[in-house]
């Protein structure tokens, strides 16, 4: 018998020692410090600030990024840390990406040298947080049609507006801010003590409890010229970023699978219905084969986009593909976990309902089903139908 669908095609077998190792070392890091927590930080509705530093000091922060004091690790090892961090919660998989995938690629991809001495190493570390602050109340999908604003005074920018759904903005110190200028989009780094910068988290979520997402309120904040990304422009600048996000994801869902299906297989062993083992009946064998059969062609897909992404050959129609299909199939396979519990599941000593209601929220951010399948769409016909 075996407790993950991966050993069914021997999966570890196309892993390198490497690879093998960061994951191991991931998840022995989740299984001790976060996995004992996450259902009272997720009934608390708090994201545990203490482990920030620890996931630094596992090069978890930036861990796909060159230099200054970030990992340096390759596209398949982030990802497969993902998958760990989400087994454990998709609030905390969603830190390392926020922190790393978004904040700090910007940071590294189109900041100043000076930007990145600045930055960089203190956020590896833990010891900076930063945000991302591109999606507004009423310009998610469609980032084009924002309406923050930023215009030059002096030597300044002067931005205002709003942006919505941002994570870590109330702990964060530093924010990458994205604003419609007279020359287009641009990108520009706003330390949040800023005077008129103000951060509020979003409360009352059935979702992503044990992370931050947070309403900016941009009022006329100043910043020197120097703050502005030098390399952003246009909306290439944001969608680096979040196709760096999204291949995380595609990865990190299948870790919440994954968990999900471990809790239902330990479940239906162990409880006994009419005389025998809820396992031993053939529509529970069933769930379980077709969740598992999901799970390994979620990791098998994952992987395949990992190798093209460290090949320098990933397209950003490909991480679609891995995002609209992994997500969806994730929550699917957390959903069904949560019945084989029955009425045990919709308790947090089990992980498929948190899962499944954390995913929700997955499923939405960095790009819907429907974005992504019109992304698609747009690959396989050459027809933009977004508009």
């Avoid at 999966?11 to 927590?37: I, Q």
């Avoid at 919505?164 to 330390?191: C, K, M, N």
């Avoid at 009022?219 to 502005?228: C, F, G, I, K, N």
């Avoid at 996000?245 to 299906?261: E, P």
């Amino acid at each position: 018998m075996t407790d993950s669908p991966l050993d069914l095609i021997g999966f570890d077998a196309l892993l390198s020692d490497e690879e093998r190792a960061t994951r191991d070392r991931v998840r022995a890091y989740v299984d001790a410090e976060l996995r004992p927590h996450i259902a009272e930080w997720y009934d608390a509705g708090v994201f545990p600030t203490e482990i920030i530093k620890p996931m630094g000091a596992l090069g978890l922060l930036g861990m796909h990024l060159q230099g200054y004091g970030c990992g340096g690790r390759s596209a398949v090892e982030y990802g497969l840390a993902a998958a760990e961090l989400e087994a454990g919660d998709s609030g905390l998989r969603t830190f390392v990406s926020v922190q790393g995938s978004l904040a700090m690629t910007a940071i590294h991809t189109f900041g100043s040298e000076e930007q990145k001495q600045e930055w960089l190493p203190r956020m590896a570390a833990g010891e900076a947080i930063g945000c991302f602050g591109l999606t507004e109340p009423n310009a998610g999908s469609d980032p084009a049609s924002m309406q923050t604003s930023a215009r030059r005074d002096g030597d300044d920018w002067v931005i205002t507006g709003s942006k919505r759904w941002i994570g870590l903005a109330s702990i964060a110190d530093i924010a990458v801010i994205w604003a419609q200028t007279e020359h287009g989009i641009r990108g520009f780094l706003v330390p949040t003590e800023t005077p008129g910068f103000t951060a509020t988290p979003i409360g009352q979520k059935l979702s992503m409890r044990a992370s931050i997402q947070c309403d900016i309120a941009l009022d006329e904040v100043r910043v020197p010229a120097s703050a502005q990304l030098p390399g952003a422009e246009g909306l290439r600048g944001p969608f680096t970023c979040l196709n760096q996000a999204r291949y995380g994801i595609v990865w990190g869902v299948m870790g919440a699978a994954l968990d999900s299906y471990r809790a239902a297989l330990a479940y239906v062993q162990e409880r006994e219905v009419f005389g025998k083992p809820v396992a031993a009946y053939q529509l529970t064998q069933q769930k379980l084969v077709d969740m598992a059969l999901e799970i390994d062609k979620g990791f098998l897909l994952a992987l395949q986009l990992g190798r093209l992404k460290d090949a320098g050959q990933l397209q950003p129609h490909q991480i679609s593909v891995g995002k609209l299909n992994n997500a969806r199939e994730a929550i699917a396979i957390a959903r069904e976990a949560r019945a084989m519990l029955g009425g045990n599941g919709v308790t947090l000593e089990h992980s498929p309902l948190r899962h499944a209601n954390n995913l929700e929220s997955v499923r939405t951010y960095e790009g819907t089903d429907d974005v992504h399948t019109l992304i698609l769409g747009n690959a396989i016909t050459g027809i933009p139908a977004f508009r």
